[in-house]
């Protein structure tokens, strides 16, 4: 804009047919003459810039899709090798019963079945990136497979599509039927699968021949037939029920639908790549808190190849002000680490500033060193020491202590659910007297017990970690323990007895993710699949600067559909027989869905 402007200034003066007589009229058309040749060398110079610029870009999208060109190709290898050896370990599973063989078989199906998820990831986010560079959009296209029609024996239902307006909304005429267009979406209903065919009439004005139709539905992911609800009850069923996708597969092949891991893979992939602007979103949000809680918790991972298992760690942080009265929708943020290193928690909280009430893990002190983030501690830990004790030899010592400490807890209840002042005002007139006798008290203690005594580990515990442990009594926004964290983790170590190992480091990566979404869902008192099948159906539809909307607190879920007297399939009431039969005829009709 502002070059033309200039050379809109400078053309009349070059229009001289010589130069001019006048000393002043020439100078003046030299001065504006090098001050355009100047502009026209920086505008060049920005011009080479950003064509540079840009070659880079291509550059760095050509290589890093050619990176996930790559892993995409070692990944299909590693498919291809389990998929021979778990048929291997079937046909010696056959003649003979074996629980280790069938455990080795499960533990091995896990491990393909995150090789599965991690195809239709790759494939998502190289979809992502094709529409960012057009030039390749034609020759990706042609790489992702086609639909295949989905089985005649299913049940099917009509919804008809039809456009907003009833008349042309060019002349208001009278519309007549001119055809459809028809697409089908699989539907899980709880019990059965339903088809549900989309037609979406062609209608046509009388008067001015014009055609409208509604436009076609949307599909959570591009080119397949699962409907969201369908998409978000495997996704529950895999990260809060703990059924991995080979077993979720059994239930429905009883149902009369048989669908290939390949397929049951590129769905979880692609749902994970649809989610992953809510989680940093839902990051975003956590991180925003004055105050975090954060734990960590082992949890059993598979060693790739070697049918063993390794203990990795997953993490939480959460955010919970409702104990203080504070407004904030409370959130959960997990991740997953292959170790324990002090180097994860700081990452996590590299830009955090705030209160952070955790245990006393050592690996969160550099973090505190930093100075933006300012320790509590937890009385949970500190009681618990001396509970265990007292469980097992009662002494006039460890029941002080527990005494105090529950009295500190009655305080807490009272004041449980009110603002940080009047928190912080109970605690400094009862709390922190009790306090500090305690820690005169616990210092007079160690003087008469023996060094080595598990009584003294326990005091020197607390002692050891006091500025943390009676922060809480100078802001009424610290709560006494790090409850809110271990509740977190709760539901995850729970499925760790049923699920017993993820199945690989990247799987554990997008159960952290799912944990957090369905987590924070349930914070929130948000149904989680029914949560997840509405983000499902609109989040790729969704503006970056609207995605926000879409975390749990803020959606408002659509009232349940009256299905519930729906008329069940025949199917379901056949008998044993009539239903292996089915299965194996829905087996033959859909080798691949
Ligand atoms: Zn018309």
Redesign the pocket.
Known sequence: MYLWGLIGKITPMQAYASPPENINELKALLAAQSAMLQVLACERDSLRTESELLRTESAELRAETELLKQSKQNNLEEIKRLTLLIAKLQRQLFGQKSERLAAQIGQLQLELEELQINEGELQSRLQKLSANSKRTVASQERSYPSRNPLPEHLVRERNEILPESAS?T????ELFRLGEDMSETLQWVPGYFKVVQHVRPKLS?R????ITQAPAPHRPIARSHASAELLSHIMVGKYLDHLPLYRQREIFARQGLRISDSTMGDWVGGVHSLLEPLLDELKKHVFAAAKLHADDTPIRVLAPGSGKTRIARLWVYARDDRPSGGPGPPAVWFRYSPDRKSIHPQTHLENYEGILQADAYAGFNAVYASGRIAEAGCWAHARRKFYDLHALNASAVTEHALHVISALYDIERSVRGQQPEQRRSARQAQSKRLVEELHQWMHEQLQSLSKKSTTADAIRYALNHWKALTRFLEDGRIEIDNNTAERALRSVALGRKNYLFLGSDNGGDRAATLYSLLGTAKLNDVNPERYLTHVLNVISDCKVNKVHELLPWNVRLPALAQSACEPKPAALEATAEEATAEEATAEEAQADL
Do not use: W
């Not at 008067?207 to 014009?210: T, V």
């Open positions: 042309c060019d002349c208001g005429g004005c008067a001015c021949q014009s």
